[in-house]
C-alpha cells in the first residue's frame, strides 16, 4: 500500500461533517474537511436537542459528502474506502452517517470502516504531526473530558475522567449564569483575560484525591452562590464583577487540568516512551490560559505539548476518515461490526 485515501462521515452531536484524506509517503494529509455547524437551531432549546439534530444530519449528510468529495477533486470511485462514526453519540444522528455511508459503500462496492468517535480525536496527533505510540491524550470539550493513554491504533488506555460535567459544558454554564453569549468558552476567555483571577478563590474539586478523576459541575454551583452573594449585596453585578467572576472560574479549572495532567504524565511516563508526548483534543484546548498550564507542566518533565490545529481539535470528519485509514492499515474491522452504538467506551 503506497497510497490510501479515505472518505470520512461524522454525526455524533450537533456538527454534519465529511473530509477525504490521504495516507502516503509524507504521512496523513486532509484534501478537504466539511463541517456544516447546528448552533442556531438548538440556540432556543439551551442545549443540542437530539430530534432536532438528526433531522439536520439526515437533510444535510449527503450535500457535506458531495463537497467533500469535490473540495479534494475526487468521485467516489476514487477513493480507497469509507469510514464512518458508528459512536458514541446521540443515536439519531449516529444512524444518519451509518445509513448513509452503508448505503454509498453498497453503491461503490468500496470497503466501509465504523469508527469510535473518541478514537477518532484520540488519533489526530497521528495524522497532523505522526505522532508515535505510546502518547498522552487529553480530551476537552462540551461533551468530553478524559485522559487517555495511546498504545496503538485499537488500544487506548482511559487514565480517568470527568465525573460529572464537561469543562466546556462549565464554561458554557457559566456564560449563560452571568449573562453571556454561547458558546460560553471564547466569550469566558475574553471576559476573564480582563479581570482579577484572585478576587474569588473557587474551589479545586478532587484534587484532595488520588487519580485522574476530574468533577467540574460543584464549580458552576459556587460562580452561582458568588454571583448570587453580590446580588444580595449591590442589588447586580458590575461589568467588572462579572470579569473576576469569569476570571476565577478560569483560574480553576486551568488549575485542576494541569494538576491533573501532572499525575496522568506520571502514570504514562513509566511506559519510558521514546518520544514522550501530551497531545490534546477538544474545543477547550483553544483556551490559552488552560494551554499555557498544560504547557508548563509538560515543559517541566521533558515531554512534548502538541496542540493540531483547532479545525481538526474540535468535531470534523477528517479525523474519522484517517482514523478508517489506520484501521484498515492494520487490518480492523470490516461491514459486519458496523452498528450504531449510542454508547461505546474506548
Ligand atoms: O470540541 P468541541 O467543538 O465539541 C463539542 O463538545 O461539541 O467543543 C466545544 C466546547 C464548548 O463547550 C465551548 O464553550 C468550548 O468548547 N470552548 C472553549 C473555548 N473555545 C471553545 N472553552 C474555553 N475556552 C475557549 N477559548
Ligand atoms: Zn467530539
Same mark, same amino acid.
Given at each position: 500500500?503506497?497510497s490510501l485515501?479515505?472518505?470520512?462521515i461524522?454525526?455524533?452531536c450537533?456538527?454534519s461533517?465529511?473530509?477525504?484524506v490521504?495516507w ?5 494529509e ?10 442556531? &437551531?438548538?440556540?432556543d432549546? =439551551?442545549? +443540542? !436537542?437530539?430530534?432536532? @439534530? *438528526?433531522?439536520?444530519? #439526515?437533510? /444535510?449528510l449527503?450535500?457535506c ?12 470511485a ?7 462514526t458508528s459512536?458514541?453519540?446521540?443515536i439519531?444522528?449516529?444512524l444518519?452517517?451509518v ?13 466501509l ?19 508515535a505510540?505510546?502518547y498522552?491524550?487529553l ?9 487517555l493513554?495511546?498504545h496503538g ?10 465525573i460529572?460535567?464537561?469543562p466546556g459544558?462549565?464554561?458554557?454554564k ?5 449573562? &453571556?453569549p454561547?458558546?460560553g =468558552?471564547? +466569550? !469566558?476567555?475574553r471576559? @476573564? *483575560?480582563?479581570?482579577? #483571577?484572585? /478576587? ?7 484534587l ?5 478523576d ?5 464549580l458552576k ?11 444580595a449585596?449591590?442589588?447586580g ?22 494538576e491533573?495532567?501532572?499525575r496522568a ?7 519510558g ?29 521533558g515531554?512534548?505539548?502538541l ?12 479525523m474519522?476518515?484517517?482514523?478508517g485509514?489506520?484501521r484498515f ?6 461491514p ?8 461505546w467506551?474506548l
Amino acid at each position: 500500500m503506497a497510497s490510501l485515501t479515505f472518505l470520512g462521515i461524522e454525526s455524533s452531536c450537533d456538527d454534519s461533517a465529511a473530509a477525504v484524506v490521504r495516507w502516503g509517503e509524507k504521512g496523513g494529509e486532509v484534501l478537504s474537511s466539511v463541517v456544516e455547524g447546528q448552533t442556531a &437551531l438548538h440556540a432556543d432549546f =439551551g442545549g +443540542v !436537542v437530539p430530534e432536532i @439534530a *438528526a433531522r439536520a444530519h #439526515a437533510e /444535510r449528510l449527503d450535500g457535506c459528502v458531495e463537497r467533500a468529495l469535490a473540495e479534494a477533486g475526487l468521485s467516489l470511485a476514487d477513493v480507497d474506502g469509507i469510514a464512518v462514526t458508528s459512536g458514541p453519540g446521540l443515536i439519531g444522528g449516529v444512524l444518519s452517517g451509518v445509513m448513509l455511508a452503508k448505503g454509498l459503500a453498497a453503491g461503490s462496492g468500496k470497503p466501509l470502516l465504523g469508527v469510535n468517535h473518541l478514537a477518532g480525536h484520540a488519533l489526530t496527533p497521528r495524522l497532523t504531526d505522526g505522532l508515535a505510540f505510546p502518547y498522552l491524550m487529553l480530551l476537552v470539550s462540551g461533551g468530553h473530558c478524559q485522559f487517555l493513554i495511546a498504545h496503538g491504533v485499537d488500544h487506548f488506555q482511559r487514565l480517568g475522567g470527568t465525573i460529572d460535567d464537561a469543562p466546556g459544558e462549565a464554561f458554557d454554564k457559566t456564560a449563560k449564569l452571568l449573562g &453571556l453569549p454561547q458558546p460560553g =468558552g471564547p +466569550v !469566558v476567555e475574553r471576559e @476573564a *483575560a480582563l479581570g482579577d #483571577a484572585t /478576587r474569588f478563590r473557587f474551589p479545586r474539586p478532587l484534587l484532595d484525591r488520588e487519580g485522574c478523576d476530574m468533577s467540574f459541575s460543584g464549580l458552576k454551583t459556587a460562580l452561582l452562590r458568588a454571583r448570587d452573594a453580590l446580588i444580595a449585596e449591590k442589588g447586580g453585578i458590575t461589568v467588572q464583577d462579572r470579569r473576576d467572576l469569569c476570571a476565577g472560574f478560569q483560574a480553576a479549572v486551568a488549575a485542576v487540568l494541569a494538576e491533573k495532567t501532572r499525575r496522568a504524565l506520571a502514570l504514562y511516563l513509566p511506559l519510558g516512551p521514546a518520544e514522550p508526548a501530551l497531545a490534546v483534543a477538544g474545543g477547550v484546548a483553544a483556551n490559552q490560559t488552560i494551554r499555557a498550564g498544560l504547557m508548563a507542566v509538560c515543559a517541566a518533565s521533558g515531554v512534548r505539548f502538541l496542540a493540531p490545529p483547532l479545525r481538526l481539535c474540535t468535531d470534523n470528519a477528517a479525523m474519522i476518515a484517517w482514523a478508517g485509514i489506520e484501521r484498515f492499515r492494520a487490518g480492523l474491522g470490516g461491514p459486519t461490526d458496523l452498528v450504531a452504538r449510542p454508547r461505546w467506551p474506548l
